[in-house]
């Protein structure tokens, strides 16, 4: 198993540019989450999912956009990329998270992303 | 605003020594979770104590929960130069989602 992968491992935009970035996971997890992670702040939930088809905000998600069209994939979009948004971003799947069920988080290794 | 806050934000020691790292949070919580990230890598979970837990082991690892006082440490025994990284608790409430705290960076010399 591969468990959560991530694409790219790195990008550098230009501000106002777009992106799309891909996290997939081979371990048929109802849960996706995507999270920013800068020096000192630990890491944000920007959007998660808890099924397909279905996407919901979290702490931080202006400015970003997300799918789930298939469960094993989740893509976080960047309409307009803006120096602010210069991070690395992790994404993170688990089982369900309701009564009982061991609900570890697995994470992908993450995306590098600089915006100039 | 953050629901764990870790403390130290940053301990060094040397190898073979114990390593506590804490973490506290404001609200009820159903379980705790501890994490490590080494540099430039995604999170690996450690451990996970549930609400109705006050210590649990693993291995080289023991976390402690004191729900009165909405705090737990985690503890390194007999530290290797290998468990240098960063460690985020985080904290898990049914119908929420997990907020982590900043991290407790730790480095081990050898």
């Known amino acids: 198993n591969a468990g959560v992968t991530q694409t790219p491992k790195f990008r550098v935009l230009k501000t106002g540019q777009s992106m799309t970035l891909l996290c997939a996971q081979d371990?048929?997890?109802?849960?996706m989450y995507w999270y920013r992670q800068d020096p000192g702040m630990g890491l944000r939930l920007i959007h998660y999912?808890?099924?397909?088809?279905?996407?919901a905000k979290g702490e931080v998600p202006d400015g970003y956009n997300v799918s789930r069209l298939k469960k094993q994939n989740f893509l976080l979009g960047l309409e307009s990329a803006a120096p602010s948004q210069t991070s690395v971003y992790f994404c993170?799947?688990?089982?369900?998270?309701?009564?009982?069920?061991?609900?570890?988080?697995?994470f992908g290794p993450g995306t590098r992303l600089t915006v100039l | 605003s953050q629901q764990g806050e870790e403390d130290p934000q940053a301990l060094s020691i040397q190898e073979g020594e114990n390593a506590t790292m804490n973490c506290s949070y404001k609200?009820?919580?159903?379980?705790l979770q501890w994490y490590r990230q080494n540099s430039g890598r995604g999170l690996v979970h450690l451990i996970l104590?549930?609400?109705?837990?006050r210590e649990k082991h693993s291995g080289r690892l023991r976390v402690t929960l004191d729900t009165s006082k909405k705090s737990s440490s985690l503890l390194i025994t007999a530290s290797r130069a290998a468990d240098t990284a960063s460690y985020f608790c985080?904290?898990?409430?049914?119908?929420?989602?997990?907020?982590f705290g900043p991290g407790t960076r730790l480095s081990v010399l050898p």
């Open positions: 993170a799947s688990s089982s369900d998270i309701l009564a009982g069920s061991y609900n570890e988080q697995f």
């Open positions: 371990m048929n997890h109802e849960y």
């Open positions: 999912s808890v099924g397909e088809g279905t996407t």
């Open positions: 609200t009820s919580i159903n379980n």
């Open positions: 104590i549930r609400s109705n837990e």
């Open positions: 985080a904290t898990v409430r049914y119908g929420q989602n997990f907020v």
